[in-house]
């Protein structure tokens, strides 16, 4: 991502994620299949709601069932067809703020299949807890201005898992036309 967006120093990314004190994680989900319940109600069962990571970034792979969705900008949701020999990157609410908003996080949610158990494995790339999270100014153009607030990653951490799964977790560190008055 950093040769990409042509970041300077290109380690600037790497370093939080393979800093002693990063705050990284590995998570392994299982979702069971659920033929009763969808045989009730006729759709999908949610087997994880909508939301975003608040870390840098997310690798994830899974065994060969559907239930990843994305959520398009006309808020239409996509199936991600299953692959069992691909990893499935997503940016998160943190790489957002880094990027000012030239990343954007994947509002996401993974559905539950009516025949077959969905297991899969998260990689959660976040800095250590006292990096401040600020837009890098490489990527800032002349006189361009921040759209968020400086925070450290345990205020964004804190405050991401106090709210509600859905809720657009960066909109309190959002930068206003008006925060100044």
């Not at 939080?16 to 590995?26: A, H």
């Not at 792979?61 to 959520?71: E, Y």
């Not at 990893?87 to 908003?101: A, E, H, K, R």
Request: aromatic share 8%; hydrophobic share 35%; net charge positive.
């Amino acid at each position: 991502m950093a040769d990409g967006l042509e970041i300077e120093p290109r380690n600037v990314l790497s370093r939080l994620l393979r800093d002693e004190k990063s705050d990284s994680c590995f998570r392994l989900n299982h979702y069971p299949p659920c033929p009763q319940l969808q045989a009730l109600s006729g759709r999908n069962l949610i087997g994880f709601g909508e939301h975003t990571d608040p870390q840098i970034i997310s690798i994830l792979r899974s065994n060969n069932t559907s239930g990843l969705q994305i959520c398009l900008r006309d808020r239409t949701w996509v199936s991600v067809p299953p692959d069992q020999t691909s990893f499935f990157i997503s940016v998160g609410d943190t790489l957002q703020v880094m990027s000012n908003g030239r990343l954007r996080s994947v509002l996401h949610r993974v559905l539950t299949d009516s025949m077959k158990s969905r297991v899969s494995m998260i990689y959660f790339g976040g800095p250590p807890m006292s990096e401040k999270i600020v837009a890098l100014p490489c990527l800032m153009a002349k006189g361009e201005e921040s759209l968020y607030k400086e925070f450290t990653w345990w205020e964004y951490k804190t405050c991401a898992y106090k709210s509600r799964l859905g809720a657009n977790r960066l909109g309190l560190f959002e930068k206003t036309a008006n925060a100044s008055l």
